[in-house]
């Protein structure tokens, strides 16, 4: 069993409609990050948090510590939202990444 | 600013070759991290630096891989005699003070590709 799983694995999407991907850990952790990867490998950070709910535009996580598990939801979901996102997981000083979720958002 | 670079974006070798990947962090950035990334599957952990020294080496697969951070900033990978199961993109990533929490920033990666 993965230390850190997502779901789901592969996600598509009509423009605009909501999304949820979630994340949970079966370790202790400091902090969870969600990262975006583009085609071609690019990892961009989106959110780091450790408690609560953290909002970006149409991106809003969030995290439940006592539950292990992290959610990430994109409103008014559009084409360029499509990517892969993982969620990551910071345990003791190094990251521990989940399988990623593949995103397409279709027009 | 300029964010973390990695050279080559691309690199095909042989089977039984040596490669050595490089890292640039961001400025002042005392940490550094090096993943493995194969196709469909999240990053792996390999190494990770805390100013020249590694911190942690745990994720290192076996005695073929090394790395080293002489001056404490820009970072090199190494693999020797390379095998088709090397091939993955490598992912090279630095925080500002190596601490559970602070922010991890990545680079493009390198592309290896094994023959």
């Known amino acids: 069993k993965n230390e850190v799983e997502q779901s789901p694995q592969n996600l598509t999407a009509q423009e605009g409609e909501f999304i949820t991907i979630n994340c949970s850990y079966s370790?202790?952790?400091?902090?969870l990050h969600w990262l975006q990867q583009h085609p071609g490998g690019g990892i961009v950070s989106l959110f780091m948090l450790s408690s609560g709910k953290k909002k970006h535009g149409r991106l809003i996580a969030t995290i439940n510590i006592q539950e292990k598990h992290s959610s990430l939801h994109i409103t008014a979901s559009h084409p360029r939202d499509s990517a892969v996102y993982i969620c990551a997981v910071y345990n003791t000083d190094k990251l521990i990444f989940g399988t990623g979720t593949r995103l397409q958002v279709f027009p | 600013g300029a964010g973390v670079s990695q050279t080559p974006s691309n690199k095909v070798t042989e089977k039984g070759k040596y490669v050595e990947l490089r890292c640039d962090p961001i400025?002042?950035?005392?940490?550094l991290y090096w993943y493995r990334q194969s196709l469909g599957q999240g990053p792996e952990f390999l190494i990770y630096f805390q100013g020249t020294g590694a911190a942690d080496d745990s994720g290192l697969p076996n005695d073929r891989f090394f790395a080293v951070r002489p001056e404490g900033s820009v970072s090199t990978l190494k693999i020797q005699r390379t095998e088709r199961g090397d091939s993955a993109v490598y992912l090279c990533a630095s925080s500002e003070f190596g601490r559970a929490v602070n922010e991890q920033f990545f680079g493009p990666g390198t592309r290896l590709t094994v023959l």
């Open positions: 400025s002042g950035h005392t940490a």
């Open positions: 370790v202790g952790i400091s902090a």
